[in-house]
């Protein structure tokens, strides 16, 4: 898709992010296109380690996945576009130009996703997991047991956590921790 415009130019291509590193100690590009999901590696742990050795690469994200995490994530690892595989080949295109030309490139709906993650009031670490075990069905003493943690610590921490994904109820803050990408249940 890319090889028939005429101003860009595909130099080289990878399966995984340990191939595209690999590929990219001996290799000059002026932008990066990568996908979250890959084998191995992540498309954010891919661009983390690329900022590290290249500050000023340039990347674009073109993915299936787009959780308010995953856009944070992608941003925040260094992507200055995020595009979904469901944008027309037009945008795609709009992206990776604006990136070359050093302009981000983020549609609307991925910006008012950013936004309202921006907003929330982050969870922390604790929270993170006691979230991660209450997706997996544990009360409070299994979490409290797990943790080394008392039980009211454990309630103290739910608490908080549900205040700051907007719901009383430990169903619906799941439901909507899974929705945001805050939890992981294949892990």
Do not use: C
Request: charged letters at 25%; proline letters at 2%.
């Amino acid at each position: 898709m890319l090889r028939r415009e005429l101003d860009i130019r595909v130099i080289g291509t990878a399966g995984s992010g340990a191939e595209a590193l690999a590929a990219l100690a001996n290799m000059e590009i002026d932008v990066l296109l990568t996908d979250l999901r890959m084998e191995g590696m992540s498309g954010n742990m891919l661009l983390q380690e690329l900022r590290k050795k290249r500050p000023n690469l340039r990347s674009v994200v073109l993915t299936n996945y787009h959780s308010d995490e995953d856009i944070y994530g992608a941003i925040t690892a260094g992507a200055m576009a995020f595009v979904l595989k469901t944008t027309s080949m037009e945008q795609v295109l709009d992206a990776i130009r604006s990136v070359h030309e050093g302009r981000r490139w983020i549609p609307p709906h991925i910006a008012d996703q950013l936004a309202q993650r921006l907003a929330r009031n982050p969870l922390s670490a604790r929270e993170h997991e006691v979230l991660q075990l209450l997706a997996r069905g544990l009360r409070n003493r299994e979490i409290g047991e797990k943790l080394f943690i008392s039980e009211n610590t454990v309630r103290n921490h739910v608490m908080s956590l549900l205040e700051k994904l907007g719901t009383t109820h430990r169903t619906e803050g799941i439901a909507i921790a899974i929705q945001q990408g805050l939890v992981k249940l294949d892990d």
